[in-house]
């Protein structure tokens, strides 16, 4: 007879004691987990825990935590027909849970949601645990962290007593690794790989219980415990693995590892690691290790992970060069964060600067403090498009004709454009105070029905306030949400205020009625509007109007407390929705038609209406208030990749940057590439299979893109050499 926990140890070890709190269960399951689950190397020999069980019917998994799926479980009853009525069983009590978890839901923003006006929390968003917590201290270092606070709150044993169940599942896991990894080099021909895993059986000797002795054994702690967590952003890695590092004399091993990491994080699309950034007094953190890892991403010239550099006002002339040579292989590869602007406006919400300068990026590009923060990565987004078609529409949806806003008056009653411009103000205020009340509240049914112990013990503040990583127990709780489509939205504001309101050249009636054929039979009147300025070119009555509506959403944010206990900030980072986005939405008065995927990719201009060049485009979106953008602030250039051919090219990039930032530009990331290799690339996909270009917040294969967020990439203005 198969054993129950060969089947599924998540299963048995949740219901192993059904009298336990929910998350002490979670860390049982977790603990059975690492005693029952199989365990194995990846293609690199590296160790790649994957904590699902067999047969898909439960996991843990960093978005979510523990999960189980009913479906599968009633499937393995019938494959093992001894286990069946158990299994029966806890399906049944995992329904009742699931259906109290539902009932807390509150479906108040359905419709916007449907509409793709707003979405809020609904999925778990990334985190940046403190992985040198393992790699440098160990789990006995932890362990006393917790022995030291679980006395102060005896009312929550049950959650130290989950956390410890986690720290012995890493424990666990280490030691199975020093095994398997001894019998898999006592069965290796290859001398090479055969030394590798005789290293790492070594490591797991000391670690992870104690801190790592040189890079391999810290790379195998790092390993264990980041597949653990789902492999997701691996944070400021130059900084908590070069203590290791520079302990290692033999640069071939280093070398060799980060060419194995490298293609680990390839295989399993891990998101963002973080190198270099300034400490409180301004000093440079550049260490070799970051100079290794850009050599490296020029090695590979992988998209993956998402690599982000933190420059400022220190940063070396030596380390800018690395950036330049970097970003000329093409792969959009890393993107540019300025301390100077980041660390502000995360010490304009009480972060003080010896943790904003411990600032970090996951996932595309949101803003997290490393190791010590829940920051919602992301909350959600606000699309300002579908404000403005509900301010021209008195909160109906022009795509579906239902009610889906509030009613903010009939624009054809408004006699000034301070009027109508309220009107969108109202529009995008309720739309995002409806997108925090989303947030929040799938925040508290994460906080109530998904604890997450193995982040609470390897994020300060979750251990020493004796709360769970997803209710409050980081030092920082604070949330973002992200504003979409600015600029369509900012263009279409100015055409209004000029062509109807300024010069009355046309009635609102007959603006909202060509919007409402989509233009058709207004051919004159759609050339005019389709033809006024628009923002990205530094013409300040556009970008004026522009930014006031994107200021006003940062500040309306933070009025907006967090069911974790923190405020909501702003950002922007399209991601690959943008098309989607574009396709939701009905015609505007910047020409846009009905359901056309064109959107703002970036803080910067509609993709090619920008026509002035990228100095132009810098001061447009200079004009906005960065130092309140607390998440990423995705701005884009597209450059032809001849610039990059010569030092002059590099050089003139470098000073761009540098001139971007000393004016105060939080973010800035480029897509180099040839535009006939763009084109060419959408007729003969076969040719240009490693073709990079930067998506919202993240870079991908131009082939691998839909059609739609093709045409946008191509749709970019270029920077010509």
């Not at 539902?102 to 949601?113: K, V």
């Not at 411990?358 to 803003?367: D, K």
């Not at 919202?696 to 946008?712: H, K, P, R």
Request: glycine letters at 8%.
């Amino acid at each position: 007879m198969t054993k129950l926990a060969q089947i599924d140890p998540f299963l048995l070890g949740y219901f192993s004691d059904d009298s336990l709190e929910h998350g002490e269960r979670v860390g049982l399951a977790l603990l059975y987990a690492a005693q029952n689950l199989e365990i194995g190397l990846s293609p690199q020999l590296l160790p790649e825990i994957t904590l699902e069980a067999k047969y898909g019917s439960s996991g843990y998994a960093p978005s979510r935590g523990l999960w189980f799926d009913e479906d599968s479980i009633l499937r393995l009853a019938e494959r093992f027909p001894e286990h069946a009525r158990t299994l029966r069983g806890y399906c049944r009590e995992i329904r009742v849970f699931n259906s109290k978890a539902r009932r807390l839901y509150c479906e108040m923003t359905d419709a916007l949601e449907r509409a793709d006006a707003e979405w809020g929390g609904g999925w778990g968003g990334h985190s940046n645990p403190d992985y040198g917590r393992i790699v440098c201290c160990g789990t006995d270092h932890i362990r006393a962290i917790l022995a030291e606070n679980r006395g102060k709150y005896p009312d929550e044993a049950w959650f130290y007593r989950a956390c410890s169940y986690a720290l012995d599942a890493i424990d666990i896991f280490g030691e199975r690794y020093r095994k398997l990894a001894a019998a898999r080099a006592a069965e290796c021909e290859n001398a090479d790989d055969k030394a590798f895993l005789l290293r790492m059986a070594k490591a797991f000797e000391t670690v992870p219980k104690k801190p790592a002795y040189d890079f391999t054994s810290a790379m195998c702690s790092f390993m264990l415990i980041f597949s653990m967590d789902g492999s997701d952003s691996p944070g400021r890695f130059d900084q908590y693995m070069f203590p290791a590092y520079s302990r290692t004399e033999n640069k071939e091993e280093i070398t060799d590892l980060l060419d194995r990491l490298w293609d680990y994080f390839h295989d399993h699309r891990s998101w963002n690691l973080c190198i270099s950034g300034s400490d409180p007094d301004w000093n440079d953190q550049t260490n070799a290790l970051s100079y290794d890892i850009l050599a490296m991403v020029r090695r590979k010239g992988y998209q993956t992970p998402n690599l982000t550099c933190r420059v400022h006002r220190n940063t070396p002339d030596r380390l800018w060069s690395a950036i330049a040579d970097t970003l000329a292989i093409g792969a959009g590869l890393p993107a540019l964060y300025n301390d100077d602007v980041v660390c502000a406006s995360l010490e304009k919400i009480g972060i003080p600067p010896a943790d904003s300068h411990e600032y970090c990026m996951n996932g595309c590009n949101q803003i997290d403090i490393f190791g010590k923060s829940h920051m919602g990565l992301e909350d959600g987004e606000v699309v300002f498009t579908k404000c403005l078609e509900y301010a021209l529409h008195n909160g109906v949806d022009a795509m579906c004709g239902e009610q889906v806003s509030m009613e903010t008056g009939d624009p054809l009653e408004f006699t000034t454009y301070d009027r109508f411009e309220r009107a969108f103000l109202d529009q995008l205020e309720y739309v995002t105070y409806n997108a925090c009340s989303s947030a929040n509240t799938y925040q508290h049914l994460r906080g109530v029905f998904e604890p997450h112990p193995l982040r609470s013990c390897l994020i300060a503040g979750c251990l020493e306030k004796g709360r769970d990583y997803r209710n409050g127990g980081p030092l920082y709780n604070h949330g973002q949400i992200l504003a979409e489509g600015i600029a369509d939205a900012g263009d279409s504001l100015y055409a209004v205020k000029k062509l109807v309101y300024e010069e009355k050249k046309y009635t609102m009636s007959e603006l909202i009625e060509a919007l409402d054929a989509d233009f058709a039979g207004f051919g004159q009147l759609w050339q005019d509007f389709k033809s006024c300025d628009k923002f990205g070119n530094d013409l300040p009555e556009v970008d004026t109007v522009t930014a006031r509506a994107l200021n006003r959403f940062l500040t309306v944010l933070k009025r907006h407390n967090t069911y974790r206990g923190g405020v909501f900030t702003g950002g922007c980072s399209p991601y690959n929705r943008v098309a989607r986005y574009g396709s939701r939405t009905a015609a505007l008065p910047n020409g846009k038609r009905k359901g056309e995927p064109l959107l703002a990719d970036s803080i910067g201009a509609t993709p090619g209406r920008d026509a002035n060049g990228p100095t132009a485009l810098i001061r447009s979106v200079l004009r906005y208030h960065h130092t309140d953008a607390c998440s990423g602030f995705v701005f884009q250039n597209k450059f032809d990749k001849k610039l990059f051919c010569s030092e002059e090219g590099k050089t003139a990039f470098i000073a761009l940057a540098k001139t971007y930032f000393a004016l105060g530009g939080q973010q800035y990331t480029v897509t180099v590439v040839s535009p006939e290799d763009l084109l060419d690339a959408k007729t003969h996909p076969e040719n240009h299979r490693d073709l990079i270009v930067r998506v919202g917040g993240y870079s991908e294969y131009f082939i691998n893109l839909g059609e739609e967020l093709q045409d946008n990439v191509l749709r970019r203005t270029f920077t010509e050499g």
